[in-house]
């Protein structure tokens, strides 16, 4: 099977079913109702707060085979998830599928529960650290299904991942299961993750380590869908939200790029009153937003909103006015976590609203410019940001080609080369995001539009901007040393799916260079 992007893919896959080609972003339309979990009562008396963890798996009762979601508000500082794999570990439970929103390397003792069976497929939207690397040599007998934050919510609402009990990290709750991130000691921020999850589980779960007294205010997850209360010590380290991929760069090479990608937003013609915007999390990509927020100063430009991940840069830009609004479906540093308990105009949304691409409308719809990364990009503007090089997984998608898909102007930031390795290649090691989404390239040796934005092409050349055929900037980055040719071996250790579900790539096990 062929897709759109000329990417040679089974037809079926084992352990997954026949597979869907992608066919182009908007080309596939849903045939899907929303999924509904079975209605409950609770009866007045009836108390949710339970004793422990062990209390829950035994009440519910989870069993063999089943399929646990979490979120990953606190990132690498997550402590839920391994303290819920451990007590499965404890109670015997086996074959479990973990739905995590993203893995990070805190996460690492999941490997152990992969060798030893407790966890047998894993479903998520971003993959670093041991547990990426145990799957890219084939250590779960399933492949893993990697999916856009957008597509996490269409397949959760619409019954395509089933979740049978969503364990919600709350840092605080109260004794009946209204929840939020936003206070407490082990506070996050935005939840907007973990709501698909809690709207559509058969059972939901709100594992706390900060009980407050009914009724808890505000509420992000209301006790109408929570089952069961759980305190536990800690649900992690808040310090761990920040972590490298969320720093500004200090790299004099790369702030050049940014600004420059800053002057592309401009001459493209949206640095105007309603401005609307979002950055990745990669250090280049922040700091875009610092020169774009020169440029909206001088020209006393007031954007609509922000969106995204949000930093202490959108914060600083909200609250000196240059934003009317911060739309926030996950706190990207602490600033972040202090301003949505505290600022009405810091808005906490799902990842529904955020990026479904099958709803009423998404919020990426209404985004004027978004600024994204690439491990790798090639000469058909097709972004990585799944493997490296070297075919170990090493991210993935996260809102990346749903921000793409939705954004009047999407601009990826990246070098030509990374170290010895090319980033502007022949072809993509893994295709995670099309290029029929990506408009721009801004790399330190100018700027490559893509063809299907002559109007862009014009606007650049108008305003002076040095723009460069993708097929030069390939050149330069191949200037050095070829790059050796990766074998992989036939099976797929990974799906990458499209945000419509379709299937845009597969990560295959790895094998050697040559």
């Not at 145990?134 to 919510?153: C, F």
């Not at 202090?338 to 919020?363: K, W």
């Not at 063809?451 to 092409?457: E, G, H, I, N, Q």
């Amino acid at each position: 099977m062929i897709n759109a992007l000329g990417r040679v893919l089974p037809e079926i896959i084992d352990q997954y079913g026949t597979t869907r080609p992608f066919a182009g972003v908007w080309a596939t339309q849903p045939d899907l109702h929303r999924h509904a979990p079975v209605v409950k009562v609770v009866r007045p008396g009836i108390k949710k707060l339970m004793a422990s963890l062990a209390d829950v798996f035994r009440r519910i009762p989870i069993r063999n085979g089943m399929t646990l979601s979490f979120h990953h508000h606190l990132r690498n500082g997550d402590g839920v998830v391994n303290t819920v794999l451990e007590v499965a570990a404890h109670l015997g439970i086996r074959d479990l599928t973990v739905a995590l929103s993203s893995v990070f390397p805190i996460h690492a003792p999941m490997v152990e529960h992969i060798v030893s069976g407790v966890v047998s497929a894993l479903d998520t939207t971003y993959l670093t650290g041991p547990v990426a690397v145990a799957v890219s040599h084939g250590a779960l007998a399933r492949p893993v299904i990697m999916r856009t934050h957008g597509g996490r919510a269409r397949a959760i609402i619409c019954g395509q991942l089933h979740i049978d009990v969503a364990f919600i990290a709350a840092a605080a709750t109260d004794d009946y299961g209204n929840l939020t991130g936003r206070v407490g000691p082990s506070a996050y921020g935005a939840l907007g993750y973990a709501v698909a999850d809690a709207e559509h589980a058969d059972y939901v779960i709100a594992v706390t380590d900060h009980l407050v007294p009914y009724p808890l205010t505000p509420i992000s997850i209301p006790q109408t869908r929570v089952d069961y209360v759980v305190q536990i010590p800690s649900i992690g380290d808040p310090a761990g939200i920040v972590s490298g991929s969320t720093r500004i760069t200090q790299d004099p090479e790369r702030l050049r790029m940014a600004q420059l990608a800053a002057q592309v937003i401009d001459a493209a013609g949206l640095l105007r009153d309603g401005f609307s915007y979002q950055t990745g999390a990669g250090g280049t990509s922040l700091a875009v937003t610092q020169f774009v927020r020169r440029l909206m100063e001088e020209r006393g430009v007031v954007g609509s909103f922000a969106l995204g991940g949000i930093t202490s840069d959108l914060i600083a830009m909200l609250e000196c006015g240059l934003f009317h609004k911060l739309l926030d479906v996950q706190g990207f540093d602490l600033a972040a976590v202090r301003s949505i308990a505290t600022n009405p105009n810091h808005q906490e949304i799902s990842a529904d609203m955020y990026a479904n691409p099958f709803n009423l409308g998404c919020v990426v719809n209404r985004l004027d410019c978004v600024i994204l990364g690439a491990t790798e990009i090639d000469i058909d503007f097709n972004v990585n940001v799944t493997t490296g090089s070297d075919g170990i997984i090493r991210g993935g998608s996260g809102g990346h080609s749903d921000a793409a898909a939705g954004a009047k102007l999407a601009i990826v930031v990246a070098t030509t080369r990374r170290g010895m390795l090319p980033i502007v290649v022949d072809q993509v090691v893994t295709a995670t995001t099309p290029g029929e989404s990506i408009d721009a390239l801004v790399t330190e040796q100018g700027i490559a539009v893509n063809p299907r934005r002559a109007d862009l092409t014009d606007r650049l050349c108008a305003a002076g901007l040095p723009i460069r055929d993708i097929a030069e900037l390939r050149a330069a980055a191949y200037s050095a040393d070829r790059p050796q040719r990766l074998h992989t071996q036939d099976r797929a250790v990974a799906i990458v799916e499209y945000r419509d579900g379709t299937l845009i790539d597969v990560v295959r096990q790895v094998a050697t260079y040559d």
